[in-house]
């Protein structure tokens, strides 16, 4: 209004009149967009008074009130794409929890904490999985990783967990709680179409750590090995002691799977994770080092633990990953 006021006659303002419900329809509520197309044709036609209403302000009122209808209907039709989209990661959400449900934050007589980063933007979940539950052979937990991703990566993902959980209750030993999940798998693979039929696998740690033992077995599945993070701030790589090939190619080689026990003490901490932790690189395509990052650091929990380890990934790769991530901290107190 100030631009027409202040210049000659056949100098117009009209697109900016225009520009106003436009810019109003995708950012504001319905109110606010009807409102400002109702200011901006008052306005054209207000500052035209002051001259004759000639067939180029009528012209030009006509112009700002066909383009404010057409904003009042694009704000409707933004509206309806956000109640969509809002639903549908409302079922995304529920799809994570049922299947990566948050672990309780102590289980048994130990702390315990989980993270998912997915590498996908706006993805709650990808090809990643953890569980950790009380047995009546101690507490025992997963972390797996699936080869591929989209859909069938998380079917795999939730037939690997469903039958974490149920053998982790009824077998006696990790060897046959994988053997269990190796069946699973399998029946899985046989369902996907193309290369997953021959290719699919899954890497895997399964941990158990007994009632009232200061020990913790664990079965590698050609896994990253996990760290285990003492009270004084120092930190030791668990390896496998013998390399064994991923859930889904037991059928390329025969061996018994090997379970290797390592002291848990006090104030100890297990940190078990996917290879999007370790495999994260920067600008200069350095990869990220977990275990020297956390060296000669103390956390009072392992929720602390993985915030400060995710926030150290991020700034590492400069905000974003490659790859899914998958973090689970269980401390002994």
């Not at 012209?59 to 704000?75: K, S």
């Not at 990643?128 to 025992?140: F, N, S």
Request: proline residues 6%.
């Amino acid at each position: 209004m100030v631009y027409e006021l202040c210049t000659p006659q056949d100098l117009t303002g009209a697109p900016f009149f225009a520009a106003a419900p436009l810019v109003a329809a995708p950012l504001f509520p319905f109110g606010v967009t009807l409102r400002t197309g109702i200011a901006a044709i008052a306005a054209t036609a207000g500052v035209h008074i002051r001259y004759a209403l000639d067939a180029v302000a009528i012209t030009e009122v006509a112009t700002v009130a066909t383009v404010a209808v057409l904003a009042v209907l694009i704000n409707r039709l933004v509206s309806r794409a956000h109640a969509r989209l809002a639903s549908a990661r409302g079922i995304a959400e529920a799809v994570q929890r049922a299947v990566l449900p948050e672990p309780a934050e102590r289980i048994g007589t130990l702390w315990v904490a989980a993270r998912y980063e997915a590498a996908q933007a706006d993805a709650l979940i990808g090809g990643d999985l953890y569980a950790a539950q009380d047995t009546p052979h101690g507490v025992r937990l997963i972390v797996g990783d699936v080869r591929g991703k989209g859909m069938g990566a998380v079917g795999a993902v939730a037939v690997a967990v469903g039958a974490f959980r149920e053998a982790a209750d009824q077998e006696a030993t990790l060897e046959a709680v994988v053997q269990r999940l190796e069946h699973a798998l399998a029946r899985e693979l046989t369902r996907r179409e193309g290369v997953e039929t021959v290719e699919g696998f899954v890497t895997a740690l399964l941990a158990e750590i007994p009632h009232g033992d200061g020990v913790v077995r664990l079965l590698n599945r050609g896994h990253p090995g996990p760290l285990l993070l003492y009270a004084d701030g120092s930190v030791r790589v668990l390896a496998a002691e013998r390399p064994a090939l991923p859930l889904g190619m037991g059928e390329l080689a025969s061996w018994p799977d090997d379970v290797q026990e390592e002291a848990f003490p006090p104030g100890a901490t297990l940190l078990v994770h996917t290879d999007g932790l370790s495999e994260a690189r920067d600008a200069r395509d350095v990869f990220f080092d977990p275990a020297r990052d956390l060296s000669g650091r103390v956390f009072a929990g392992p929720g602390a633990l993985l915030d400060a380890l995710v926030d150290d990934v991020r700034r590492h790769t400069g905000g974003g990953t490659t790859d899914d991530m998958a973090l689970l901290a269980v401390r002994r107190p």
